[in-house]
C-alpha cells in the first residue's frame, strides 16, 4: 500500500491516532496534538500539558517535570483516558501516569485535561521499564497495559476498571530480543510495543533497536500473532517474540526518503481501513522525524499485507 501523502510533514515522535466526532487526533512525544477531517491534511492543536503533574517530579527526578513520552489515548466509560510516561534517558527510572478529558476538542467547553495520578512506575531495582505504554482490551473486556523497552523487554499488566495496574499484579514478560536458552543481551533493544485484535487473533506491534538518531536510526516494525492476548506472539517463521522473534514489517530499506521507521500504534476507522501509524526519520530534512501512515491488511492466514 501507498502512503497516504501529505502526512510526511507532520513533526511527531511515537504517534498515535484517535476520532472523536469527525475529527481525527494525533498525539505524540512532548505532549503535541495535531488535527485532521482526512489523514492527510493536519493542524497543530496545542499541547496536552504546559507543565507536567507535581508527582512526576517525585517519581522521577532527573526528567524535573519537564516532558513525557510516546503516549496511548483510549475511551473509556465516556472519558478520554491519555497515558503517558515520564522517564530519564538511558535509565529504567520511569513512571507511567494518566490524565483524563471529556472531549479531544480543544474549543469544547467541557476541555480540561485533569490528573488522574501515576499508573506505575519502574526503579533500578526493577526488570522492565516504565515507558511507552499502549492499552487493549481482551476478549473479555479486560483491559491490559502493555509497556516496557530495553530492560527485560515488553511486560503486560492487568488493569483495573479505573484504569490502573491492578495491585500485586507481576510483569508479564512476552518480547525481548533474548534468544530461548541464551542470557539476555545488554542491551535489550525492543520497545514502543502495541497490541492490536483482529480477526480472532492479537497483533504484538514492536521497534527493535535504536531510535533517536536522525537517519542513522536503525528502529524497525516487526510483528508476531497470538491467539491471546498474554502470548505466545510469534513471527511469520514461528519463533516466539520472547524469544527475539518478530516479523519486519518496515526499516530503513523500505523507502529511499525514510530511514528508522518505528515506535507504531494501529488505528482503525469507521469504515473498517485499518492504519499502521508511526513516525520515520527524513533523509531529506536533517533527519527530523515525521508522521507516517500507511493502510494494512490480512491475509486469510492472519499476515499482514502492506
Same mark, same amino acid.
Request: net charge negative.
Given at each position: 500500500?501507498?502512503?497516504?501523502?501529505?502526512?510526511?510533514?507532520?513533526?511527531?515522535?511515537?504517534?498515535?491516532?484517535?476520532?472523536?466526532?469527525? &475529527?481525527?487526533?494525533?498525539?505524540?512525544?512532548?505532549?503535541?496534538?495535531?488535527?485532521? @477531517?482526512? +489523514?492527510?491534511?493536519? @493542524?497543530?492543536?496545542?499541547?496536552?500539558?504546559?507543565?507536567?503533574? *507535581?508527582?512526576?517530579?517525585?517519581?522521577?527526578?532527573?526528567?524535573?517535570?519537564?516532558?513525557?513520552?510516546?503516549?496511548?489515548?483510549?475511551?473509556?466509560?465516556?472519558?478520554?483516558? +491519555?497515558?503517558?510516561?515520564?522517564?530519564?534517558?538511558?535509565?529504567?527510572?520511569? *513512571?507511567?501516569?494518566?490524565?483524563?478529558?471529556?472531549?479531544?476538542?480543544?474549543?469544547?467547553?467541557?476541555?480540561?485535561?485533569?490528573?488522574?495520578?501515576?499508573?506505575?512506575?519502574? @526503579?533500578?531495582?526493577?526488570?522492565?521499564?516504565?515507558?511507552?505504554?499502549?492499552?487493549?482490551?481482551?476478549?473479555? /473486556?479486560?483491559?491490559?497495559?502493555? +509497556?516496557?523497552?530495553?530492560?527485560?523487554?515488553?511486560?503486560?499488566?492487568?488493569?483495573?476498571?479505573?484504569?490502573?495496574?491492578?495491585?500485586?499484579?507481576?510483569?508479564?514478560?512476552?518480547?525481548?530480543?533474548?534468544? %530461548?536458552?541464551?542470557?539476555?543481551?545488554?542491551?535489550?533493544?525492543?520497545?514502543?510495543?502495541?497490541?492490536?485484535?483482529?480477526?480472532?487473533? #492479537? #497483533?504484538?506491534?514492536?521497534?527493535?533497536?535504536?531510535?533517536?538518531?536522525?537517519?542513522?536510526?536503525?528502529?524497525?516494525? &516487526?510483528?508476531?500473532?497470538?491467539?491471546?492476548?498474554?502470548?505466545? #506472539?510469534?513471527?511469520?517463521?514461528?519463533?516466539?517474540?520472547?524469544?527475539?522473534? /518478530?516479523?519486519?514489517?518496515?526499516?530503513?530499506?523500505?523507502?529511499?526518503?525514510?530511514?528508522?521507521?518505528?515506535?507504531?500504534?494501529?488505528?482503525?476507522?469507521?469504515?473498517?481501513?485499518?492504519?499502521?501509524?508511526?513516525?520515520?526519520?527524513?533523509?531529506?530534512?536533517?533527519?527530523?522525524?515525521?508522521?507516517?501512515?500507511? %493502510?494494512?491488511?490480512?491475509?486469510?492466514?492472519?499476515? +499482514?499485507?502492506?
Amino acid at each position: 500500500m501507498a502512503l497516504i501523502s501529505l502526512t510526511t510533514d507532520v513533526p511527531v515522535h511515537d504517534p498515535v491516532i484517535v476520532k472523536e466526532k469527525g &475529527v481525527y487526533y494525533c498525539f505524540s512525544t512532548h505532549g503535541y496534538f495535531y488535527r485532521s @477531517t482526512d +489523514l492527510r491534511a493536519w @493542524t497543530y492543536g496545542g499541547k496536552v500539558f504546559d507543565s507536567l503533574p *507535581a508527582w512526576t517530579r517525585n517519581a522521577v527526578p532527573k526528567n524535573d517535570g519537564k516532558d513525557f513520552w510516546a503516549p496511548e489515548v483510549v475511551f473509556r466509560d465516556g472519558m478520554w483516558r +491519555l497515558y503517558y510516561a515520564v522517564s530519564t534517558f538511558g535509565k529504567n527510572v520511569s *513512571a507511567i501516569g494518566m490524565a483524563v478529558n471529556k472531549t479531544l476538542n480543544p474549543e469544547s467547553a467541557d476541555y480540561a485535561w485533569q490528573d488522574a495520578g501515576m499508573v506505575i512506575a519502574s @526503579t533500578e531495582r526493577d526488570n522492565f521499564n516504565a515507558i511507552d505504554p499502549a492499552v487493549c482490551s481482551d476478549e473479555n /473486556g479486560q483491559d491490559w497495559l502493555l +509497556l516496557g523497552s530495553f530492560w527485560g523487554g515488553l511486560v503486560l499488566f492487568p488493569l483495573d476498571s479505573d484504569g490502573f495496574v491492578k495491585k500485586n499484579s507481576e510483569p508479564l514478560f512476552i518480547a525481548s530480543r533474548q534468544r %530461548e536458552g541464551e542470557m539476555q543481551p545488554d542491551p535489550n533493544p525492543v520497545e514502543g510495543g502495541f497490541i492490536f485484535p483482529h480477526n480472532g487473533r #492479537y #497483533y504484538l506491534f514492536a521497534s527493535h533497536d535504536f531510535c533517536c538518531r536522525g537517519t542513522a536510526s536503525s528502529y524497525h516494525i &516487526v510483528y508476531g500473532m497470538s491467539e491471546r492476548i498474554d502470548g505466545a #506472539y510469534c513471527d511469520e517463521a514461528g519463533t516466539d517474540m520472547k524469544w527475539g522473534g /518478530g516479523t519486519t514489517l518496515r526499516d530503513s530499506f523500505s523507502f529511499e526518503r525514510w530511514a528508522g521507521p518505528g515506535h507504531n500504534s494501529v488505528f482503525k476507522d469507521d469504515d473498517g481501513k485499518i492504519y499502521l501509524v508511526y513516525h520515520a526519520y527524513d533523509r531529506t530534512d536533517e533527519g527530523h522525524s515525521k508522521l507516517m501512515i500507511e %493502510e494494512i491488511k490480512f491475509a486469510s492466514d492472519g499476515r +499482514l499485507l502492506l
